[in-house]
């Protein structure tokens, strides 16, 4: 069964940094381009990062663009965020998804979807 399990959210402070990573297991990680995404409170859910089954391909949403780098290590199952310049505007529950059927395609065919990982930019 495919499940992905986020980790590494925390409170962190304007200007700071942290690294997401998204476990994955009962799959072939390599077979699926693999999306980040936060929701905030009251907004919908948002499209932040993906990286392409290869790993050759990346997008990030333009709020995040220069400041966010993910990346996959098939070999350990696991893709990551890594996020710096945090800024209290990137304050959401983040998690990340597999593309059911395309290859870093539209948020409606990515899934499961898990807990996700709580960041908090604040001072």
């Known amino acids: 069964q495919l499940q992905l399990v986020e980790s590494g959210g925390g409170l962190v402070q304007p200007g700071g940094s942290l690294r997401l990573s998204c476990a994955a297991s009962?799959?072939?990680?390599?077979?699926?381009?693999i999306g980040w995404f936060r929701q905030a409170p009251g907004n919908e859910r948002e499209g932040v990062s993906c990286?392409?089954?290869?790993?050759?391909?990346?997008n990030y949403a333009d709020s995040v663009k220069g400041r966010f780098t993910i990346s996959r290590d098939n070999a350990k199952m696991t893709v990551y965020l890594q996020m710096n310049s945090l800024k209290p505007e990137d304050t959401a529950v983040y998690y990340c998804?597999?593309?059911?059927?395309?290859?870093?395609?539209?948020?409606?065919?990515?899934?499961?979807w898990g807990q996700g990982t709580q960041v908090t930019v604040s001072s």
């Open positions: 990286i392409s089954r290869g790993g050759g391909s990346t």
């Open positions: 009962g799959f072939t990680l390599d077979d699926y381009a």
């Open positions: 998804a597999a593309d059911q059927y395309s290859d870093c395609g539209p948020i409606y065919g990515f899934g499961p």
